[in-house]
């Protein structure tokens, strides 16, 4: 872990230390106007009450006032400040972690999913809340001690030994709610992850009657999540009740002890009342920090996970712009393995398809066919070996360039809750309409679109709950073709297609192959495979034969039964 990595957060708080500074220099004037009340008081009791002046009051009292009203000036600043400090960081880091999910995804690490942007959103309500302000205000408890020293010894005393008591109560809090929160934190993890994973699967449960069951799992999990909770807050309620009832006893304490001195004639009324209200003032912090003790420690593990995500996110300069590719696709000895795993999905895998073949990928179930799929297009990157795109291997181009030359079809087609002309487009701010009806059109689904309720302006829900399986399919077909991409990857395209639509693929994939683009189809159905012109064969992650279609056909076939290898019937 280079120092880069390692300072990603800190770097992103270190450019907010201009505010850092802003929100320290009004908390000095806050804190030092909070010195007014009981000055206020102090001058009330000894030299209005003792002069009966009137017009000393009303001065006093005109003065207080405005200061009152800068000390609320100052404050509500300071407060606005700390809430720009919590945008700017989600400004910077807002994009880092959403696609820090996105990396974590397709390499399918556990226990991450949406995690680094909820991480960052604990961040920044604890920036934004009131916890910080009371590390700024700590630094005061000295000089308002050394006053309460000023007013009278005794009385100093006492307030020290009623911070040092105080102080004792945080770190005990500390101790005993360090464990058991962060225990929370990961049994409420894993109760949101199971309650998504139950949401997508809402259909499954529903028509195999499995909602009893996965409900008895989430209770298990929730229940789990809800004690540990539960336990946490105890503990940290039992501590700051306890340091309630105490600070109040404390302030009594001081108020007896300045009866008494006031008594003995050593200090006066008004030095009294002083005195309690500025200790009042100086242990506040103390107490601020036991209340919102249970923010700090949920944030400090947000920080600690969302640093050691963005740790492991790529951290390259993206590369140049390269030219326009004609869609050469050459692997050269590739070799995919998992992260940590010694297992290898794929290896000495070698072939190429030149602008305008069509290439078929074919193999029995759990060949690596998919696998396969998803390293050609550059989401999983090679552990050896390159896939090169016009010679150039795809870690060498720019990702949201060669996002315009490639088109892909995943085996479980997944839409996003927008419209249909912006699945199509890609979400890209400068869509072409005519690109995305030419995409559909070659896709055979321009008819079906114009059909529905507002066209291409149709919402199709979550996922593309508003639309058959088919219809997912043909429309996720429109948005791998959007713009005429050099190069595509379909993954079985015909899976959930009647006739009709398994024709519209066979003519999508002879119009890409006369544009000249070249395609790769994977497809356990016979139709797609007619129009290739070289096959792949795989099994069991290694390439067993690779050439014309008819020839390496005609090989397999020979040496085993149909099904049993894994081809359509052609």
Known sequence: MNEIQKSELRQAFSSCGNAFRSVGLFSFFTNLLMLTGPLYMLQVYDRVLTSGSVPTLVALSALVFLLYVFMGVLEFIRTRIMVRIGLRLDEQLGGKSFDAVLSHAIRRTPNVGAQPVRDLDVIRQFVSGPGPLALFDTPWMPIYLGVIFMLHPWMGYFAVVSAIILFGYAVLNEMITRKPTAKANETAMISNSWTEESRRNAEVIGAMGMAGAIRARWQELHGEAMNDSTRANDRGGAIGSLAKVTRMMLQSGMLGLGAYLAVLQEISPGTMIAGTIIMSRALSPIDQAITHWRGFLGARKSYSRLNLVLDGAPKEEPPMDLPKPKGHILVENLLISVPGQQKNLLQGINFDILPGEALGILGPSAAGKS??????????????????????????????????????????????????????????????????????????????????????????????????????????LARALYGQ???????????????????????????????????????HRPSAIKVVDKIVFIKEGVQVAFGPRDEILSKILQKAPQKAAGIPDV
């Not at 990857?489 to 959930?496: A, F, G, I, Q």
């Open 485 to 523: 991409p050099a190069f595509v990857v379909l993954d079985e395209p015909n899976s959930n297609l009647d006739a009709e639509g398994e024709m519209a693929v066979i003519k999508a994939i002879t119009a890409m192959k006369k544009n000249g683009t070249s395609v790769v189809v994977i497809a």
């Open 371 to 476: 696998t396969l799929a998803r390293a050609l297009v550059g989401i999983w990157p090679p552990s050896r070996g390159h896939v090169r795109l016009d010679g150039a291997a795809l870690e060498h181009w720019n990702e949201d360039q060669t996002g315009k030359y490639i088109g892909y079809l995943p085996q479980s087609v997944e839409l996003f809750s927008a419209t249909i002309e912006q699945n199509i487009s890609r979400f890209q701010p400068d869509s072409d309409p005519e690109k995305v009806v030419e995409a559909a059109k070659m896709a055979n689904v321009h008819e079906m679109i114009l059909q529905l309720p507002d066209g291409y302006g149709t919402q199709i829900g979550e996922g593309g709950a508003s639309l058959s399986a088919g219809q997912r399919q043909r429309i996720g």
